[in-house]
């Protein structure tokens, strides 16, 4: 099983830019595909974005597209979401997550590799 770590949240005035940073041990992670998703309190966890093994496919919610960029070095073991021109309703708690072999869509009941979050908060 392999273990995810994120980085990288904290405060931020809207408009700001963060980049958190998915950091993969103990197990594969250049052969899956990976995603993001964030939690804000009283809602249920949503899927941000996803990104192929080689790169070469991303994946965005509507509500980030043009903003958030998702990227991944196979040979560090590391995923990143670059977020730019952040809204206060991007608060929450964001998670990267390994989808399950053979998975073919992106719901969290699809990954089975879970890090344990980290907050991100927009002030306005």
């Known amino acids: 099983q392999v273990q995810l770590v994120e980085s990288g949240g904290g405060l931020v005035q809207a408009g700001g830019s963060l980049r958190l940073s998915c950091a993969a041990s103990?197990?594969?992670?250049?052969?899956?595909?990976m995603g993001w998703f964030r939690q804000a309190p009283g809602k249920e966890r949503e899927f941000v974005a996803a990104?192929?093994?080689?790169?070469?496919?991303?994946y965005y919610t509507d509500s980030v597209k043009g903003r958030f960029t998702i990227s991944r070095d196979n040979a560090k073991g590391t995923m990143y979401l670059q977020m730019n021109n952040l809204k206060p309703e991007d608060t929450a708690v964001y998670y990267c997550?390994?989808?399950?072999?053979?998975?073919?869509?992106?719901?969290?009941?699809?990954?089975?590799?879970w890090g344990q979050g980290t907050q991100v908060t927009v002030s306005s």
């Open positions: 103990g197990g594969t992670f250049s052969s899956y595909l």
């Open positions: 997550a390994r989808r399950k072999p053979y998975s073919d869509s992106i719901r969290p009941s699809d990954f089975d590799s």
């Open positions: 990104i192929n093994w080689s790169g070469s496919s991303t």
